[in-house]
């Protein structure tokens, strides 16, 4: 009984936050993206903050997350630093178009004219909101279903800005886009951003998002990301998580496909205190291909959850997840998978596969790899496996003279690699594989790759 | 061929429901509806001692505190409690347990089901327990299991005369506060089976209960309690139907095994209550909790299923393995056809070192039926070295049916290996070439390729239920692929 009154007090303060802000919020932005802020705070009054008796948040308790005390920015802070200089993600060899997000607002940093003569918009959310209403309008806020749950609606009714990618038909963008996305800040904050990225016909386009913290405060991040691949485009989309102990970090990912586009996501979960990524997909074309990828090492007492969600609306589309984890220390893990095949979705293949490594008796993991078929001319299968090292394997390593640790280390390398290697874009490939093999090694850590050398 | 094919799948969807008779025997009910008063009067008629009313009314006052559980994959119509005749039995008895005191009627009736109640013309190797709506009415062989110091009889009777034991062991496994059913079942059960199997007895014969109901608007709350001692060892089988009848009826039963160290029970079930009809109007609703304990070292408990009728299954045979080196095994074949629905799979807890499970469930849908299977792999984080390796299978039998797979997978320490796999088809078009083209009919092919697929489970049931189940599966599903 007394968890029921917390819960409601906890869900009402965050209302409480919506209404002392109203204002600001409204008058941040256009009517449209308003008119859903409204919808979305009601939804949220209904529903709340996720708890441990919904089904898909059944092993981890949100509460504790949310009822920390954040502040919350809704303008853009000024900075009196350049922004290029507080973050160097150095990938030898790759060239990106640059974005970045610092506490969810977007801060322009050089120019992307080769880009813009082509037609490719690339910025902040809410000024595409402005400049381009009729494409925002269309999109924003129709693939991430604010009934579907409570962190979306809260998002929702929060979000201020976030990046905005379009790529027009038949463009081809050449090198990948990457999103740098920083917490960085003097006070606990909670940030709530929102990106929307949208693929013409016929386009083809890699991106690539890096999740950093800078400073030792204690961040929630609760962002929700849409994406449309219309017909026969192209997507790679790579989100590597790199966030310290303190950092929790909530993601919602909706992708909707159009018939016989493809899109591929790997996410890469190193580092962070909790991280939540919601996938969902939604094969609404006939001929779609999807895959999904999901790595997440942990130690300490960090825990990943992954969640996926294909909706298999069309026949004859391809699906074909594979999530991977290691837990190490206290670290706990949990996979929701779900393959939902509607009634009409004939000749649909789905292949869903979970493994996971327990390394001490510590760790926990909890896995729950879901069918959900309503069409019988299927091909489905799923499969999960918790394991350990291979003592075999150890021991031949071992007999050719290579220390234990060692040959724990290339076994788990090893275990990684396979979803490293989907990896489209070679340097980052490379890029990815040094960092888990630093990961692996215990070298990596917030400061690493951070130019403040605060502590 | 897709119009032989729809034929032959019309052809099956009308065979009749075999065991829908009704026999007109005189009955003894009680009024309708749920209250202290009626469980006192079933209590009362069943002569019982206070302890055990006591467990009655605990497990009602609690069961009014409760909601029904909504999470299963399945539409449940509106139940109304209050609309049940909670104890009917047959009007014939003047003392159980004498051949000739049993109602010809009766005997008739099982006579009719294949389950001769008469020692002489029964199977040798089998002892039966025939429970008609809520009483038993005969356990044959009783004793020749006598001699070996087995206790094969009614719950009602094992309550008079082996209180220590029942009041040992009943609700140890399944507590009277476990879920919906189980504790309405507490609350209202009627009769069942006790078997006891003493240490070191390895029982010679297959023990089997035949569950049959047949007065209307009852309901059947029957509860089984097995136990098998230090290093003994018991196959128990289990068979029931139900009379066709427009409205649902609820069978809410509970079964609680325990396995005592070196103890291995295996537990066999084909089910094929009344499923209903093609538009899916009446039927059983078949909540049932089953659930083993592995309570000693190297104990073994082995669930096998064969689920073929009910309108609804919601069933998880389940096995709580505390001792090391205890096994847990579950074998489970469940076909759903028409509007039938099931909701069935297993609980694997394991919570003693070295412990073992196997899960292999094989769901078959056709027409317009759901089938899901769910179920718990859990290993704590004592329970090292523990392997549990699971595969579920299902099969798609026409294009408005649904097939589901919701495993839970969760593990908490570093030496224990578990593994789930699960695939979702339908059979190939060129399974179905192969077997034509060497002359083998549409009928047959798929006859031949359903056994298959249900063999790995049909091989585990003892060879006088292989046979039953065998012939339920061709009923059921022989050419009903589309």
């Not at chain 1, 690539?208 to 030792?216: T, W």
């Not at chain 2, 220590?164 to 009943?170: A, E, G, H, Q, T």
């Amino acid at each position: 009984m007394y968890i029921e009154t917390e819960k409601i007090s906890l869900n009402e303060s965050l209302v409480d936050l919506f209404n002392s802000n109203r204002s600001l919020l409204l008058r941040a932005s256009t009517d449209h993206v308003n008119a859903l802020r409204m919808q979305a705070i009601d939804q949220f009054k209904k529903i709340g903050i996720p708890t441990k008796k919904d089904e898909n948040y059944k092993y981890y308790d949100l509460d504790p997350v949310f009822s920390r005390k954040y502040d919350v920015h809704f303008s853009r802070k000024k900075i009196d630093f350049n922004i290029s200089d507080l973050f160097k993600c150095d990938i030898p060899e790759l060239d990106t178009d640059l974005l970045i997000l610092l506490n969810g607002w977007y801060y322009e940093n050089g120019n992307h004219d080769d880009l813009m003569k082509q037609g490719v918009v690339m910025g902040s959310l809410a000024l595409a909101a402005v400049e381009y209403p009729q494409l925002f309008e269309q999109h924003y806020g129709r693939y991430a279903d604010i009934k579907s749950d409570g962190l979306v609606a809260f998002n929702t009714a929060f979000a201020l800005d976030g990046i905005f990618i379009y790529v027009p038909d038949n463009v081809m963008l050449e090198r990948p886009v990457q999103i740098i996305n920083i917490v960085m800040d003097k006070v606990d904050s909670m940030v709530q951003h929102r990106n929307l990225i949208v693929l013409g016909k016929n386009s083809k386009a890699s991106i690539v998002i890096c999740d950093h913290s800078l400073s030792a405060n204690q961040f929630l991040t609760n962002s929700v990301t849409e994406i449309v691949a219309s017909e026969n485009s192209s997507l790679d989309y790579t989100r590597v998580q790199n966030e310290h102990n303190g950092a929790a970090q909530i993601s919602s990912t909706f992708i909707h496909q159009l018939a016989d586009s493809r899109v591929s996501t790997n996410t890469i979960s190193l580092h962070g205190g909790f991280i939540r990524n919601n996938l969902n997909v939604m094969l609404a074309g006939k001929g779609c291909e999807n895959n999904m990828y999901g790595l997440s090492l942990s130690d300490k007492f960090q825990h990943v959850d992954n969640s996926t969600l294909i909706d298999h609306a069309m026949p004859n589309c391809t699906s074909n997840q594979k999530f991977k984890g290691v837990m190490d220390d206290m670290a706990s893990g949990v996979f929701y998978g779900k393959i939902f095949v509607r009634k009409d979705a004939q000749h649909t293949h789905a292949y869903q596969g979970n493994n996971n490594i327990l390394l001490t008796d510590d760790a926990k993991i909890n896995t729950r790899p879901h069918l959900e078929i309503y069409a019988d001319d299927v091909k489905c299968s799923h499969g999960a496996t918790v394991g350990q090292l291979d003592e075999n394997a150890m021991f031949y390593l071992q007999s050719r003279g290579i220390g234990s640790k060692e040959a724990r280390l290339m076994l788990m390398t090893a275990f990684a690699h396979e979803i490293i290697d989907q990896i489209k874009v070679d340097p980052l490939k490379d890029r990815i594989y040094d960092l888990v093999n630093k990961r692996l090694r215990g070298e990596l850590s917030r400061c690493n790759s951070c130019a403040m050398n605060c502590n | 061929m897709e119009n032989d094919q729809d034929n032959i799948i019309r052809e099956v969807t009308q065979t009749d429901y075999k065991y829908g008779f009704f026999t007109d025997i005189d009955t003894d009910n009680i009024p309708y509806g749920l209250n202290e008063d009626i469980i006192r009067l079933i209590s009362g008629k069943k002569n019982e001692p206070d302890w055990m009313l006591e467990f009655r009314l605990k497990s009602y006052r609690h069961w009014l505190g409760m909601e029904m559980p909504q999470w299963a994959h399945l539409k449940i119509p509106e139940i109304n409690y209050q609309d049940i005749i909670y104890y009917s039995a047959p009007k014939q008895r003047i003392k159980p347990g004498k051949f000739e005191d049993v109602d010809p009627q009766l005997l008739e009736t099982f006579n009719k089901l294949g389950i001769p109640l008469d020692e002489q013309k029964l199977l040798t190797g089998m002892a039966v327990d025939a429970v008609i709506d809520s009483v038993s009415v005969k356990t044959t062989f009783k004793k020749n299991l006598a001699e070996l110091g087995i206790i094969f009889c009614s719950m009602g009777e094992a309550i008079q005369e082996h209180p220590d034991l029942v009041k040992k062991y009943l609700g140890s496994v399944v507590p009277y506060r476990d879920n919906y059913f189980a504790t309405l079942n507490s609350a209202v059960f009627t009769d069942g089976s006790f078997c006891y199997i003493p240490k070191g007895v390895r029982c010679p014969m297959e023990l089997s209960t035949y569950f049959r109901i047949n007065a209307a608007n009852t309901g059947q709350f029957e509860r089984t309690l097995l136990i098998a001692d230090d290093e003994s060892y018991v196959s128990y089988l289990e068979g029931c139907t139900a009379p066709m009848r427009d409205e649902h009826q609820l069978h809410a039963a509970v079964v609680e095994l325990v396995a005592l160290n070196d103890a291995s029970i295996k537990y066999s079930t084909v089910q094929n209550w009344y499923p209903g009809d093609k538009e899916g109007k009446g039927g059983i609703f078949n909540f049932v909790t089953k659930r083993g304990m592995c309570k000693g070292k190297n104990s073994r408990i082995s669930w096998t299923q064969i689920e073929t009728g009910s309108a609804i299954t919601w069933k998880y045979p389940s096995c709580v393995l505390r001792g090391d080196n205890s096994t847990g095994e579950f074998y489970s074949v469940a076909v759903t056809n028409h509007h039938q629905q099931a909701d069935t799979g297993t609980k694997m807890i394991h919570l003693g070192k070295n412990s073992k499970s196997t899960i292999i469930s094989k769901g078959i849908s056709a027409g317009k039926s759901n089938n899901s299977y769910r179920g718990l792999v859990r290993v704590t984080q004592n329970a090292v070295n523990s392997r549990n390796y699971s595969q579920c299978d299902s099969l798609l039998l026409g294009d408005k049916c649904g097939a589901h797979t919701f495993p839970y997978i969760e593990v908490a320490n570093k030496t224990s290996i578990v593994e789930h796999e699960a695939t979702t088809s339908k059979i190939s078009e060129d399974q179905m070439f192969y077997c034509n083209q060497r002359g083998i009919s549409t009928e047959d092919a798929i006859g031949l390729i359903v056994n298959g697929y249900a063999k790995e489970v049909l091989n585990k049931l003892p060879v006088e239920f292989a046979v039953e189940a065998q012939k339920l599966l061709q009923i059921s599903l022989e050419g009903s692929v589309g």
